[in-house]
């Protein structure tokens, strides 16, 4: 028995930016990564107690594996498609990956007090929907690193001091439908 019992299901879409309607027939070239549809930073928290014993099942409907990594805890990978884990079998972890269309469940309990980030492990996956506050260079002089790497890369842009808000004064328009 658990106290708290959550289930997440992994989902990518591919979607142009400035459009409403995903490309469904793409198999493996997604650029939306969602948790249970949702994109970040509209997923919801998964708000437990202290001391609450805490089930995590997370789902793979996507085309590629998750590396998914918790924050502030090791946990026990207590389910695999295999079914449940004996207690005597079960194995710690920081980092369970779930295979394309498998699940897994892993339990803690909730003994440290905050707000710990659920992510995925893959990097390209943090940068979007399925990231967390990633820190980037906004606000940093970036004139003398980007003179460095356009010795080996002289088409390299980096972006604003502002982020993408530097897009407008570039006459680049952002589509309506953009994240």
Request: glycine share 8%; aromatic share 10%.
């Amino acid at each position: 028995p658990v106290d708290r019992d959550f289930l997440i299901m992994l989902n990518a879409f591919d979607i142009d930016p400035g459009t409403y309607v995903p490309r469904i027939m793409t198999m493996t070239d997604f650029n939306l990564w969602t948790w249970n549809s949702r994109i970040f930073p509209d997923i919801d928290p998964l708000v437990v107690n202290r001391g609450d014993k805490v089930r995590v099942r997370v789902g793979n409907l996507t085309m590629t594996n998750h590396p998914i990594h918790m924050h502030g805890y090791d946990f026990k990978v207590t389910c695999t498609d295999g079914g449940w884990v004996p207690e005597s079998a079960q194995w710690p972890e920081v980092s369970i990956d779930i295979p394309v269309g498998a699940m897994r469940a892993y339990e803690f309990v909730a003994d440290h007090l905050g707000d710990w980030a659920i992510h995925c492990h893959k990097s390209h996956h943090t940068m979007n929907a399925m990231g967390h506050d990633v820190p980037t260079f906004i606000g940093v002089d970036k004139k003398p690193l980007t003179q460095k790497i356009r010795q080996f890369q002289p088409e390299y842009m980096p972006m604003g001091t502002a982020g993408m808000a530097d897009m407008g004064t570039m006459e680049m328009p952002l589509p309506d439908n953009t994240i």
